[in-house]
């Protein structure tokens, strides 16, 4: 096996040994199903409930893909103007990390109250905690462009916005598919903590349910198709990169 087949394989190696792990410790110790169900059961779960999960987890999917676009747009401007100005990454990125820090659950009967029970919180929850990673990295790219490269730019003629859109940016893209690809996560933790506390479906909504009926396999059921959809977007966002980035990794494609 070639070193990039290992590579290609190893997570889906590693996956299938955690399962087996998994359920040889559930049988060898006989755990409850209702204290902490094994993959068979989950399994089971999945497949009994396939059609509520599926209804589910595609009402949690367009929420958080809206609230991510949402996140996008905010994360990319604010980033812009951030690192494209010294005194507006002064004065903005400290408020910035202040508010990131705040726990965006705490926002969540706020935006009951402002938006009522349904989709709106749950947009907005997801973008609140997405947009952060994407403007810190946006900033970044730009602020860093190294003041030599501009200095050559202004004696060939170039004017501040020409740098900025024609090598700053570009510069800043393999930074921007990073964010994407962490935010993408979060985007998803967001849009399920929404539906736990003020949402009559999704997967969060699911999950309280669920909890509630001691149906703990369809619990970790619909954990799992969480964070399948998370990883999907992830890989996506990684072929893309890949796809539109390839100066940035000429580096590491030796093998």
Same mark, same amino acid.
């Not at 964070?227 to 966002?237: H, I, Q, V």
């Given at each position: 096996?070639?070193?990039?087949?290992?590579?290609?394989?190893?997570?889906?190696?590693?996956? &299938?040994?955690?399962?087996?792990?998994?359920?040889?410790?559930?049988?060898?110790?006989?755990?409850?199903?209702?204290?902490?169900?094994?993959?068979?059961?989950?399994?089971?779960?999945?497949?009994?409930?396939?059609?509520?999960?599926?209804?589910?987890?595609?009402? =949690?999917?367009? &929420?958080?893909?809206?609230?991510?676009? #949402?996140?996008?747009? &905010?994360?990319?401007?604010?980033?812009?103007?951030?690192?494209?100005? @010294?005194?507006?990454?002064?004065?903005?990125?400290?408020?910035?990390?202040?508010?990131?820090?705040?726990?965006?659950?705490?926002?969540?009967? #706020?935006?009951?109250?402002?938006?009522?029970?349904?989709?709106?919180?749950?947009?907005?929850?997801?973008?609140?905690?997405?947009?952060?990673?994407?403007?810190?990295?946006?900033?970044?790219?730009?602020?860093?462009?190294?003041?030599?490269?501009?200095?050559?730019?202004?004696?060939?003629?170039?004017? @501040?916005?020409?740098?900025?859109?024609?090598?700053?940016?570009?510069?800043?893209?393999?930074?921007?598919?990073?964010?994407?690809? &962490? !935010?993408?996560?979060?985007?998803?933790?967001?849009? =399920?903590?929404?539906?736990?506390?003020?949402?009559?479906?999704?997967?969060?909504?699911?999950? #309280?349910?669920?909890?509630?009926?001691?149906?703990?396999?369809?619990?970790?059921?619909?954990?799992?198709?969480?964070?399948?959809?998370?990883?999907?977007?992830?890989?996506?966002?990684?072929? #893309?990169?890949?796809?539109?980035? !390839?100066? !940035?990794?000429?580096?590491?494609?030796? =093998?």
């Amino acid at each position: 096996m070639t070193p990039k087949q290992l590579e290609t394989w190893s997570p889906w190696v590693l996956l &299938v040994a955690m399962l087996l792990l998994w359920q040889g410790l559930c049988s060898a110790f006989d755990v409850s199903e209702f204290i902490f169900p094994s993959p068979a059961r989950i399994g089971n779960q999945f497949w009994e409930y396939k059609a509520l999960i599926g209804g589910h987890a595609w009402r =949690t999917f367009w &929420v958080t893909m809206v609230g991510f676009g #949402i996140a996008i747009v &905010v994360g990319v401007l604010l980033g812009f103007v951030i690192g494209s100005s @010294r005194l507006a990454y002064a004065a903005v990125y400290p408020l910035m990390t202040a508010f990131n820090a705040l726990p965006k659950a705490a926002f969540v009967p #706020i935006l009951v109250v402002w938006f009522g029970i349904g989709a709106g919180p749950a947009i907005l929850t997801a973008f609140l905690i997405s947009f952060f990673p994407i403007m810190v990295n946006i900033a970044t790219g730009l602020a860093t462009l190294e003041p030599e490269l501009e200095d050559v730019l202004r004696v060939l003629g170039a004017k @501040r916005w020409d740098v900025l859109v024609k090598v700053g940016l570009p510069r800043s893209m393999p930074y921007f598919y990073g964010s994407l690809k &962490v !935010a993408i996560t979060l985007a998803f933790v967001g849009t =399920t903590v929404s539906e736990m506390t003020a949402a009559n479906e999704g997967i969060g909504y699911l999950l #309280i349910s669920a909890g509630s009926a001691m149906q703990m396999g369809l619990a970790f059921a619909g954990l799992l198709v969480v964070g399948a959809m998370a990883m999907a977007m992830y890989e996506l966002f990684s072929w #893309i990169e890949k796809r539109t980035t !390839a100066w !940035a990794h000429r580096g590491s494609q030796g =093998t």
